[in-house]
């Protein structure tokens, strides 16, 4: 399967300070990535979809002036998480699909945690 | 209704029993269903993906599809202890690029 590299596994942060998650696609390219997020004992919930070259589209009830999503290339996504609050603790995962690919298959990274003192 | 329904365990068998996981979808235009399993801590893993109606198996896990009455599941023989994990069925739902998870079954397998 193809392969997505997540950066970092975990980081603890405080209050208020920003905090920037990698996501690259290691062998293929990707014009998509989606950033998800999972509470404790919940399921993945997309936060927003990365595209490269334009502008993310965010779901319903995720401020994207908090959550930043810049996807410069083909094979790189990051997320900031700006003047993070421990509500915004979570498990923070980004997956992608191989564009050369014609199935709706998701290589997921290995997910940050985040959690925010 | 959710889009995605998982019953949320946990589902406790003995080992080497058959471990049956079911999940139904609520939009009929879905194409795709996947089955990942997620280990506590991690991230989830692609285990198995079904389009058509019917049964495809990949050495132990079965997955079964009937969209008639939209429903997915998977059986996965020999259960062995590994296999504990929750497992989450995902769809990909018309309009929508990504794919929508249900909550997850946690699966025990006992020794």
């Known amino acids: 399967g193809a392969v997505v590299s997540q950066h970092p596994s975990w980081v603890i942060c405080k209050s208020g300070t920003s905090v920037k998650i990698e996501c690259r696609s290691l062998?293929?390219?990707?014009?998509?990535m989606f950033w998800y997020r999972q509470f404790p004992k919940q399921s993945l919930m997309l936060m927003a979809t990365?595209?490269?070259?334009?502008?993310?589209?965010?779901e319903q009830g995720v401020e994207k002036d908090k959550f930043l999503i810049n996807h410069a290339s083909l094979t790189l996504s990051t997320l900031t998480v700006t003047s993070a609050h421990p509500e915004d603790s979570s498990f923070y995962i980004c997956?992608?699909?191989?564009?050369?690919?014609?199935?709706?298959?998701?290589?997921f990274g290995s997910g940050t945690q985040l959690s925010v003192l | 209704q959710k889009e995605v329904e998982q019953n949320s365990g946990p589902l406790s068998v003995p080992e080497g029993a058959i471990a049956s996981l079911n999940c139904t979808y609520s939009?009929?235009?879905?194409?795709?269903f996947f089955w990942y399993r997620q280990y506590s801590g991690k991230s989830p893993e692609l285990i198995m993906f079904?389009?058509?109606?019917g049964d495809k198996e990949d050495g132990r896990f079965t997955a079964q599809l009937n969209k008639a009455s939209q429903y997915v599941s998977l059986l996965i023989r020999d259960s062995q202890p590994s296999d504990s994990a929750t497992y989450l069925c995902?769809?990909?739902?018309?309009?929508?690029?990504?794919?929508?998870f249900g909550s997850g079954t946690r699966l025990q397998v006992q020794p």
């Open positions: 997956s992608a699909r191989d564009r050369y690919r014609g199935d709706e298959k998701l290589f």
């Open positions: 062998d293929f390219q990707a014009t998509t």
């Open positions: 990365s595209n490269e070259g334009s502008k993310a589209t965010y």
């Open positions: 939009d009929r235009g879905s194409q795709s």
């Open positions: 079904i389009y058509s109606n």
């Open positions: 995902a769809v990909n739902t018309a309009g929508r690029r990504a794919l929508t």
